[in-house]
């Protein structure tokens, strides 16, 4: 939000994992927005469609890959995702697969969809004592799962993938850090975690710490099975110079080129040997992150994202023209 700020287009964000949903309708509808934003089709965009019916004014969804992958070809989930997508006066993806997906699906709705790379901006960072969650040994090595605990996310096939690597190498630790948003899944990876010491459920960090929880990771893991377009708990690994570990999906390898900014896998067995490759080699772990850093600092940069929202929200009406020389 502080690149819009920036750009003189003030914007507030209501989080719905913290504020129920009628009083996040009540507050957009009562603070007069010229334009309603969502992020997610299916969880916040029902919210976004009638708040701004109720304001007369036009809503943008950000599309993710779960939208698509999976919420689209869900007979209950289906027909809430499309009311929503065919009422958005704009739909925004990560990357242009997603818009690809999208069409085969919705054809009549390609002409709104605008690819917006996302980027990374840490602000208000704060110190993460990680020995306050989790006194580790000083040789370890840690591999981190940053994000919500979900079955698309993949979670204990990174535990089933990093058991032997860990009975191999004593000084492995994996970390998961992020809500629980399935608790059948949440449950079940915590029965898992029982009898695996060598990992461990941090619970929910804030967010102004995740930077320096990231900083602390030998290894950042991710096992999607599905992205939209990328992943932004690998963006900000990369970004802060991190190895990344992550499957072989399309969303992941619009960040993670093979080899040269980290390392994918395709199967379990994939999983174990890359993991292992990456504990043993801490030349590896600095050459991979290194190089995707320099990726995300080329590619990504702050300035390009916010800039592609101003231009949409001025396309749309909301937002002034920028004055000539401004």
Request: charged residues 20%.
């Amino acid at each position: 939000m502080r690149g819009l700020a920036e750009r003189g287009v003030p914007a507030r964000v209501w989080d719905l994992s913290a504020t129920a949903e009628p009083d996040v309708l009540d507050g957009v509808v009562a603070e007069g927005a010229c334009l309603v934003h969502a992020f997610h089709a299916l969880h916040s965009g029902p919210l976004a469609r009638e708040a701004a019916g109720r304001l007369a004014v036009p809503y943008v969804v950000t599309l993710t890959g779960t939208d698509v992958n999976h919420d689209l070809g869900t007979s209950d989930r289906a027909a809430t995702v499309t009311r929503v997508l065919t009422g958005a006066a704009a739909i925004t993806v990560f990357h242009r697969s997603i818009a690809s997906r999208l069409a085969r699906v919705l054809p009549d709705l390609a002409a709104r969809v605008i690819e917006v790379p996302q980027a990374v901006r840490f602000a208000a960072t704060e110190p993460l004592d990680l020995d306050g969650y989790w006194a580790l040994p000083s040789d370890r090595v840690l591999v981190l799962f940053p994000g919500g605990i979900r079955e698309v996310k993949a979670p204990r096939l990174i535990l089933r993938g990093l058991e032997p690597v860990a009975a191999r190498h004593p000084r492995i630790r994996l970390a998961y850090a992020g809500p629980i948003l399935e608790p059948a899944e949440g449950d079940a990876l915590l029965d898992a975690l029982r009898t695996r010491p060598w990992a461990r459920y941090l619970g929910v960090v804030p967010h102004a710490r995740m930077a320096s929880l990231l900083t602390q990771a030998d290894v950042v893991v991710n096992g999607s099975v599905s992205e939209g377009g990328m992943a932004n708990a690998v963006l900000e690994a990369l970004a802060l110079g991190r190895a990344v570990l992550a499957s072989d999906i399309e969303g992941n390898r619009s960040l993670v080129e093979h080899e040269a900014t980290g390392l994918l896998f395709r199967t379990v067995e994939e999983l174990a040997a890359q993991a292992e490759r990456l504990v043993v080699d801490a030349d590896l772990r600095a050459r991979l992150g290194a190089a995707g850093r320099r990726r995300v600092e080329q590619e990504y940069p702050p300035h390009r994202e916010a800039n592609a929202y101003v231009a949409l929200y001025r396309s749309l009406g909301v937002v002034p023209a920028a004055r000539a020389g401004g």
